[in-house]
T-cell receptor, first 116, second 114 residues
Framework: GAVVSQHPSWVICKSGTSVKIECRSL??????MFWYRQFPKQSLMLMAT?????????EQGVEKDKFLINHASLTLSTLTVTSAHPEDSSFYIC????????????FGPGTRLTVT | AQSVTQLGSHVSVSEGALVLLRCNYS??????LFWYVQYPNQGLQLLLK??????LVKGINGFEAEFKKSETSFHLTKPSAHMSDAAEYFC????????????FGQGTELSVKP
């Protein structure tokens, strides 16, 4: 149980285009989803917290107009990187917290974004 | 604000040897502490967690960690390393009033030599 999927697992896009990454909780309802960014050989940096049906809360320094987050249902959150640039290339990981799980987050497998 | 420090970005042990990965935290409220493992190009898998109660917590794959409030530590151990334990390990802290937001340490890469 407690499986989180991400799609796509990897994506290459051209500079200036937008790309959408999906995060789904497959066997539980997620009241809260988190989006992280990870550079090679580095730790995870929280980008934003999204709650179903409400606006995402972004961490300091994260451009909310560039990284659009939509948590439309209890099983789906999306991250859209708008007008992507090479410096946006990174590993993006989502996690989900269930209604029942007070403390635990379940992580997706990550999405590798390369902007050329 | 809470923070996590992992001592040693890289630890190398021989197969069968003790694994010790160090984690110290800073938190203004009772912390919830986690250890995660990450294999290359994959997401994170929870090894174990401490929330309340017994300070020695056992996790998957033979790992355990002990919460020591006086030392603000939550070190991860495993008595005998296996080749399959080679991975990146992250310690994280979550404050209960932060809605589950996790703050991660820098990570420790564990290598296991045959």
């Amino acid at each position: 149980g407690a499986v989180v999927s991400q799609h796509p697992s990897w994506v290459i896009c051209k500079s200036g285009t937008s790309v959408k990454i999906e995060c789904r909780s497959l066997d539980f309802q997620a009241t809260t989803m988190f989006w992280y960014r990870q550079f090679p050989k580095q730790s995870l940096m929280l980008m934003a917290t999204s709650n179903e049906g409400s606006k995402a809360t972004y961490e300091q320094g994260v451009e909310k107009d560039k990284f659009l987050i939509n948590h439309a249902s209890l099983t789906l959150s999306t991250l859209t990187v708008t007008s992507a640039h090479p410096e946006d290339s990174s590993f993006y990981i989502c996690s989900a917290k269930s209604l029942a799980g007070l403390y635990e987050q379940y992580f997706g497998p990550g999405t590798r974004l390369t902007v050329t | 604000a809470q923070s996590v420090t992992q001592l040693g970005s890289h630890v190398s042990v021989s197969e069968g040897a003790l694994v010790l990965l160090r984690c110290n935290y800073s938190s203004s409220v009772p912390p919830y502490l986690f250890w995660y493992v990450q294999y290359p190009n994959q997401g994170l898998q929870l090894l174990l967690k401490y929330t309340t109660g017994a300070t020695l917590v056992k996790g998957i794959n033979g790992f355990e960690a002990e919460f020591k409030k006086s030392e603000t530590s939550f070190h991860l151990t495993k008595p005998s390393a296996h080749m399959s334990d080679a991975a990146e390990y992250f310690c994280a802290v979550s404050e209960g009033n932060q809605g589950g937001k996790l703050i991660f340490g820098q990570g420790t890469e564990l290598s296991v030599k045959p």
